[in-house]
C-alpha cells in the first residue's frame, strides 16, 4: 500500500522541482526537522527502514487522504471549516496512524519511540505541504514571508502536534497502562488552534506563534529531561536485566552504558552489528516492567534470549518480514 502510494508525494515533489528556490527553500525546514529529531534518536536508533517507512506515509498517504478530505469539506461547508475542522482532525489521525503502523512492526520500547515515530511521520507531511504553500506564495510574491513563516519560525509545527499522541501510543505499546490515542485529542486541539490564526487578527497570531515557541521549549526540555532520566533508570537496573537474560559479563560491558553502546555500534560490522542492535532493543523493551517491579512476558524475555544467543553468533539471523 505504502509503495503503491509513494507517487502521490513525488508529484508534489516533481511539480516543484522546475522551480528551484522553492526546492532549496523547502529542504530548510525539512533538514532543521528530521536533523532535530535524528539527535534526539541517536543513542537509540530506530531501524532506517522504519524511519524512512513512517517519514513516506506522511508525505504520501497521509498527504493524500488529508487533500481529498480537506477540499470536500471546504467546497461542502466551506474554507474555515475545512481550516480548523477537516484539517487538524484528518491530518492528525492520519499521522497518528503512521505511528501505530511502527508500533504493530516493532512493539515499541516506550514513550520516546512514540515521539520519534511522530517526528518522522510530521516531517515527511510538512515536506509536501510546505512545498504546497511555497509555490502558491510565490505566485502570490509573499514566497519571502511564507518561507519566514513557516521554513524558520515555526518548523516544529506538525511534529509539536503530533508529538502528544506518539508518546501515548508508544507508552501504550511498551506498558498497555495508557489509552493508545488518549494524546490525539490534544494533536487535534493544537492543529486547530494553530490553523485558526489566520482567521484572527494580527495580534492574535502574534500570540500563537509566540505561545507556539514557548510550548514547543517547554515540549522539548520534557523530553530531553525524561530522557536522562530513562538513561539512569537503565543503568541502575541493567544488572537485573541481564540475569533475566542470562548475558555474560562481557554482554553487560556492552550494553552498560550509552557511551559503550554508540562505541559498539561503530566499531561491528555487517550482521554483528545488527545482531547487537536486536539485542540492544530486546533488553530495552523489558525496561518498563523491570522498572515497575513487574515480571515481563515470557514472549519479551524469550526474545531478548534469543537475540543475545543471535549476537553471539549461535543462532542465524531473524528473516526480514516484507513491508506492504
Known amino acids: ?24 527553500l523547502t529542504l530548510v525546514p525539512g533538514a532543521i526537522v528530521v536533523g532535530a529529531f535524528l539527535w534526539l534518536d541517536r543513542v537509540e536508533p530506530e531501524p532506517w527502514s522504519e524511519r524512512l517507512h513512517a517519514f513516506l506515509w506522511g508525505a ?34 492520519m499521522k497518528a496512524l ?10 515499541l520500547s516506550g514513550w520516546f519511540d512514540g515521539a520519534v515515530y511522530a517526528g518522522f511521520v510530521s516531517a515527511g507531511f510538512a ?3 510546505n512545498v504546497a504553500y511555497f509555490l502558491g506564495a510565490e505566485e502570490s510574491e509573499s514566497l519571502v514571508q511564507v518561507f519566514v513563516l513557516r521554513g524558520l519560525a515555526t518548523p516544529f509545527a506538525h511534529p509539536l502536534f503530533t508529538v502528544f499522541t506518539g508518546v501515548t501510543i508508544g507508552h501504550f505499546f511498551a506498558t498497555r497502562r495508557a489509552l493508545a490515542l488518549s494524546g490525539l485529542p490534544v494533536a487535534v486541539l493544537l492543529h486547530a488552534g494553530w490553523n485558526s490564526m489566520s482567521l484572527g487578527g494580527e ?14 521549549w517547554v515540549v522539548l526540555g520534557v523530553l530531553l529531561m525524561v530522557r536522562l532520566r530513562s538513561t539512569t533508570g537503565y543503568r541502575s537496573l541493567l544488572p537485573t536485566l541481564a540475569f533475566r537474560v542470562g548475558l555474560d559479563p562481557f554482554e553487560l560491558g556492552l550494553l552498560s552504558d550509552w557511551q559503550s553502546v554508540l562505541r559498539t555500534r561503530r566499531k561491528l560490522p555487517g550482521f554483528r552489528r545488527a545482531a547487537f542492535e536486536d539485542l540492544h532493543l530486546a533488553v530495552r523493551r523489558l525496561v518498563p516492567y523491570v522498572s515497575r517491579h513487574v ?14 544467543e543471535r549476537f553471539r553468533g549461535r543462532l542465524p539471523p531473524p528473516t526480514s518480514p516484507s513491508v506492504s
Do not use: C, H
Not at 1 to 24: E, F
Not at 98 to 107: F, H, P, W, Y
Not at 295 to 308: F, K, M, Q, W
Open 127 to 129: 515536506l509536501v505541504e
Open 60 to 93: 504520501t498517504i497521509s498527504v493524500l487522504v488529508a487533500v481529498v478530505a480537506n477540499e470536500f469539506t471546504a467546497t461542502t461547508f466551506g474554507e474555515s471549516w475545512a481550516l480548523v475542522g477537516s484539517a487538524p482532525l484528518v491530518e492528525e489521525t
Open 203 to 216: 495580534s492574535y497570531a502574534l500570540l500563537l506563534l509566540a505561545s507556539a515557541f514557548v510550548l514547543f
Open 1 to 24: 500500500m505504502l509503495l503503491a502510494a509513494i507517487p502521490v508525494g513525488l508529484v508534489v515533489l516533481l511539480g516543484a522541482a522546475t522551480n528551484l528556490s522553492v526546492v532549496l
Open 295 to 308: 515480571d515481563p512476558p515470557e514472549e519479551l524475555v524469550a526474545d531478548a534470549r534469543r537475540a543475545a
Open 98 to 107: 503512521g505511528v501505530l503502523l511502527a508500533a504493530r512492526r516493532l512493539r
